[in-house]
């Protein structure tokens, strides 16, 4: 299973790698555009942030097959070894099919239904990402999209891998590892969730108080 953080705060990354055992990092325009930095600064300070380990994945902007190749060229011109995410457009279908060709990894996005992710694992993406907690908003059932999508890898494009996006609550991300996920990306407000649930700190607290009053020390 493959953990990693949907965002472009540098500082948040440096603060929980030490904590996650992440695989690396997601990003998006609006993730970059609520930054304010620009792509070519903030993606080697995120690698820096992750200790030089794990994958980052970055976004093209353009709309046509041949500029999505163009940017996705210069995206790995800032990170060798970045993930191009193109969202799952039938332009974005032929240049994940034309990356492919090129040995370029990508990750297919803004995923809405399954048969859309599976288009994008038969064109080469190494990566789908449904988009779950959007599924839910628009009437649909993301996990279940997952789920549907999950079956349709393991039947026609095995090599590739369901990575799980927009997430709102740590129990929509649990029921997507439930279903067999192999990969999810968390936004931050959620992977803090998971490590500071209120029940668990009253409780470490009470446990500090006990010792404190039997020992008159709060360590060992």
């Known amino acids: 299973m493959e953990l990693y953080l949907d965002t472009s705060n540098v500082a948040a990354v440096r603060r929980l790698a030490p904590i996650f055992p992440l695989a690396g990092v997601t990003t998006n325009p609006s993730i970059i555009a609520n930054g304010k930095?620009?792509?070519a600064v903030v993606l080697p300070e995120l690698q820096e942030a992750l200790?030089?380990?794990?994958r980052l994945f970055a976004q093209v902007m353009a709309r046509d097959a041949e500029a999505m190749?163009?940017?996705?060229?210069?995206?790995?011109?800032?990170?060798?070894?970045?993930?191009v995410?193109?969202?799952?457009?039938?332009?974005?279908?032929?240049?994940?099919?034309?990356?492919?060709?090129?040995g370029i990894p990508t990750l297919g996005t803004?995923?809405?239904g399954a048969a859309q992710g599976l288009l994008a694992a038969l064109a080469g993406a190494?990566?789908?990402?449904?988009?779950?907690?959007?599924i839910d908003a628009q009437g649909g059932n993301g996990i279940q999209t997952v789920t549907e999508l999950q079956q349709l890898l393991k039947l026609h494009a095995p090599t590739a891998k369901v990575l799980a996006a927009s997430f709102k609550t740590p129990r929509q991300a649990l029921d997507c590892l439930l279903t067999g996920c192999e990969?999810?990306?968390?936004?931050l407000d959620v992977a803090e969730q998971i490590v500071t649930t209120p029940a668990v700190n009253a409780a470490v607290e009470k446990f500090e108080q006990d010792w404190l009053a039997a020992f008159g020390v709060a360590n060992l």
């Open 51 to 54: 200790g030089g380990k794990g």
């Open 110 to 112: 803004a995923v809405y």
């Open 69 to 83: 190749v163009d940017e996705a060229k210069k995206l790995r011109a800032i990170i060798s070894d970045l993930v």
């Open 126 to 134: 190494e990566y789908i990402a449904p988009y779950v907690n959007r």
């Open 85 to 102: 995410k193109v969202p799952v457009t039938p332009q974005g279908l032929a240049a994940i099919k034309l990356l492919k060709s090129e």
């Open 37 to 39: 930095k620009p792509l």
């Open 183 to 187: 990969a999810i990306t968390l936004p």
